[in-house]
């Protein structure tokens, strides 16, 4: 489950410090970097490369946004690209919110995404290492296909003290993050 930070250009590895970890709300928007990310653009962040994809950029602005937990502007781009995965930032957004039934009607749109399959193992995996799950997050261990929605809700019950799987549910929704992220990244150049 590496992340390779480097791997984005230099423009995304300015914004994505290691050791990063979102909360499951709303967070505390990152004034350090806010001057940087009003000046990206989808020209600097893909310095030099062919972009073929202006949404996919768009969704890479949109996460840059979230990642430092501002929801408004994140919120602002990825309401208005009409894809899986712009759809799939808007969800994730509305779930940090929170505004739960939101999320779920973005995930609903989303429908199947290509990054579920790898997701679904990867949050498998993070599951198996974390003792004493409650009942609410026992279908992370069980799960063969990725079930947003069910998502959503254990995140809200994490964030509300009524499950103990809050660190779990950070982990895997970094990891989300991670893997979408690269996913519009290379969509955006990919020829």
């Not at 893909?46 to 946004?65: H, T």
């Not at 994730?92 to 779920?104: C, F, L, Q, T, V």
């Not at 193992?121 to 009942?135: N, T």
């Amino acid at each position: 489950m590496e992340f390779d930070r480097q791997a984005f250009g230099p423009a995304a590895a300015a914004l994505l410090p290691a050791g990063h970890v979102n909360d499951l709300g709303p967070g505390r928007p990152n004034s350090a970097v806010r001057a940087s990310l009003e000046g990206l653009t989808v020209d600097e962040l893909f310095a030099g490369q062919k972009i073929v994809d202006g949404a996919m950029a768009r969704c890479c602005l949109s996460a840059l946004w979230l990642y430092h937990d501002y929801l408004d502007e994140s919120h602002a781009l990825s309401q208005e690209i009409e894809t899986p995965s712009g759809s799939y930032w808007h969800g994730i957004m509305h779930r940090r919110e929170p505004d739960s039934s939101n999320a779920k009607y973005w995930f609903r749109r989303v429908r199947q995404h290509e990054i579920f399959p790898a997701l679904a193992a990867d949050a498998r995996q993070l599951a198996a290492k974390e003792p004493g799950l409650d009942r609410s997050a026992e279908f992370l261990r069980e799960q063969t296909e990725w079930a947003p929605n069910a998502f959503v809700d254990l995140c809200e019950h994490a964030r509300l003290g009524r499950s103990p799987a809050a660190s779990l549910c950070q982990a895997i929704q970094e990891r989300e993050w991670q893997l979408l992220f690269t996913h519009c990244f290379r969509g955006v150049v990919r020829g």
